[in-house]
C-alpha cells in the first residue's frame, strides 16, 4: 500500500505532536511566567486600562454588544447594573430634567 503525500505529512505531524514531553503544568499547552500588567497595580483602575491599552495596542473593554448580550443572557444581572449605575450617578451632580432613574 503506497500512501499519498498528503497522508505522510498528516502522519509525520501526529507522531511530531504526540512526542512533544508532558509539561509540569499540563494540560496547558503554554503558560505565562510573568504578569505582563504588572506595575500598573498602582494605577486607579480605568488609568492602567488606559495605560495597558497603550502599551498593548488592545481594548480594554469589550464592545457594546457584548455587555448586551451578556445582559440578556442573564451573565450580567439587573441588580448588579442598577447598583454600578446608582454608585456613577451619586459621584455626578443631578441633569436637570432628565431622570435616570427610570
Sequence with gaps: MSLSLGMKAEIRSLIFVASEPVPLFWPMRTFIHHNPLQG???LKFEDA????????HGKGFM???MY????QEGKIS?????????????QHEPIAGIDLQN
Design 63 to 65: 464592545h457594546r454588544n
Design 49 to 56: 486600562i488606559t495605560e495597558g491599552e497603550r502599551l498593548f
Design 68 to 71: 448586551q448580550m451578556y445582559y
Design 40 to 42: 500598573l497595580e498602582k
Design 78 to 90: 439587573h441588580q448588579s447594573l442598577t447598583k454600578f449605575v446608582d454608585g456613577f450617578l451619586s
